[in-house]
């Protein structure tokens, strides 16, 4: 375990970094400033011959050809489609690839990956590093900058950005790099998530087991429509071209006038019926109480929703339609008229 910098007053989640410093809407401030916080991620090292032409043929971005410097973001799918993985991709300037995915995700991605190298010039590592999150400049050489919410080569975007400004970035540091940080420079990671869910960002955090990308737009950065065959591509192609999305995420601005505490996996309703659950909650320092959260693709877009706390409380809530009901159908062809349908001409009368 890396020997972190103390911080004096912090409150720290499971996982021992710090929930918040101070005040966590003082916080978001400061992120928007530049402020570092420290992010819990689990970082694998790829290098040989064969690890972006490998990686790029299982998952689902188009990274075969991605430079030194450069950054992207992909998905490990299933073979039905459903979103396993998400990862941060970075190549350094000696043409590693970097991988950073959420703390507590990194051995099931390993696992997986070693199962799937067969006989590839590919080797795994996990080196003892820290990353440090930033919505400045990256603070090392070896940083994941995030394209959000721009639509990357290859994606498409179903919905509008919210409107919210997203700069974000992941520095890979090393232990020393790292307790070299100021702790008081430092803010949590409550901040992180409120500037996230303002700007619709989506995040494992909104990921169940039968989530596909196209329920979070995340087909703006993280997959890339006409690349090669991966696992989960038929179920891509598919909902893009001739389906719709059976879900899709909505930013919602809740009443904070009750001072509910929202949670993930809080119940939305419409009309007293269950439409949804949210994934993501905060309070943003100029938008109050937000959430992210989905629900059925049928949940009327212009309809006020309602959500019910664990404790009960019903607290009403305004939907902003990140993904609209109309996603999916790119490619739907015309539908025939049903032959019973179709109104003869009447025989001309003498």
Known sequence: ??????????VVGPDGLPLHVGSPIAEQRRLRAGAPVLLPRDVLRLTGPDALPWLDSITSQAIAGLAPGASAESLVLSPEGRVEHAM???????????????????????????????????EIERPEVVVVGSAAEPAGPVAWVDGWPEVAPGGVRYGEPTGEPWRWSEAVLAPEEATAIDPASLVGTLAVDALRIAAGRPSLAEVDERTIPHELDWLTTAVHLS?????????????????????????LHVDGSEGAQLAAGDEVLHEGALVGRITSAAIHDELGPIALAVVKRGAPAEADLVVRTAEGVDVA??????VPPSAGHAHRP?????????????????
């Not at 375990?1 to 912090?10: E, F, Q, Y």
């Not at 350094?92 to 010039?121: H, N, S």
């Not at 015309?334 to 003498?350: C, D, H, I, Q």
């Open 1 to 10: 375990m890396i020997a972190l910098p103390a911080i004096p007053g912090a």
């Open 334 to 350: 015309p539908r025939l008229p049903r032959l019973g349908a179709v109104r003869r001409p009447s025989a001309p009368t003498a």
């Open 88 to 122: 941060r991709l970075h190549r350094d300037a000696e043409g590693a690839l970097w991988i950073l995915v959420d703390a507590g995700t990194g051995d099931a991605l390993e696992a997986w990956l070693t199962r799937m190298r067969f006989f590839k010039q590919v």
């Open 317 to 322: 809530a305004a939907q902003q339609v990140l």
């Open 227 to 251: 690349k090669g065959c991966y696992r989960g591509q038929e179920t891509v192609a598919k909902v893009h071209n001739l389906g719709a999305p059976p879900r899709r995420i909505v930013l």
